[in-house]
């Protein structure tokens, strides 16, 4: 997995190191053998660099987890502080869908003890529903909880919803004709 504190596809050496992973794998016969994953929140594929990169990708039949964890723009900016728009979202998820298995990866949680709006499910399923709609295809959604404390300033604030809840949530997107693997 290409991950970290940071987004991974903003270095210079992204697609170099994608190529060159390839060359490795193929060397110890573990080409294809390997799931390749690039854990991203897409706000760069709009770039040449980023999607020769994940050409790369998935030439390696490796797949992108495009990390969405809020769709309405007051929320993103609550849960990721980061300003951008659904539709910039919406814009980059079908690009990135089109250059590479795409999985929607996206945490959910409790804030201050107060579970998801309504709203903020509606609109992420809205979301997924439009998405599709306009051609992006995914490989699915991976729905998970929190899973460790967070190292975010505000993590006191942070609680895991139940796995009755993200199992319910886990079903409304299913019901959307996506695979969801749920982890609570």
Wanted: glycine share 6%.
């Amino acid at each position: 997995a290409l991950s970290g504190n940071g987004e991974p596809s903003s270095s210079r050496a992204f697609h170099a190191v994608l190529v060159l992973l390839q060359e490795v794998l193929a060397e110890f016969d573990l080409l294809h053998k390997i799931n390749v994953v690039v854990i991203s929140n897409g706000s760069l594929v709009l770039q040449k660099p980023v999607q020769l990169g994940l050409q790369q990708l998935e030439k390696l039949k490796g797949s992108l987890w495009f990390k969405i964890d809020r769709v309405q723009q007051q929320d993103i900016l609550r849960v990721n502080q980061v300003v951008q728009t659904p539709a910039q979202i919406q814009q980059q998820l079908l690009v990135a869908s089109r250059l590479c298995s795409t999985w929607i990866q996206t945490c959910w949680f409790m804030q201050d003890g107060l579970l998801p709006s309504a709203e903020e499910v509606s609109a992420y399923l809205q979301f997924l529903t439009a998405s599709l709609r306009l051609g992006v295809v995914l490989e699915g959604v991976l729905l998970y909880g929190l899973a460790r404390p967070s190292l975010q300033p505000e993590a006191s604030r942070l609680q895991p919803v139940s796995a009755e809840w993200l199992e319910n949530f886990a079903a409304q997107i299913r019901s959307l004709g996506l695979i969801v693997k749920c982890t609570p």
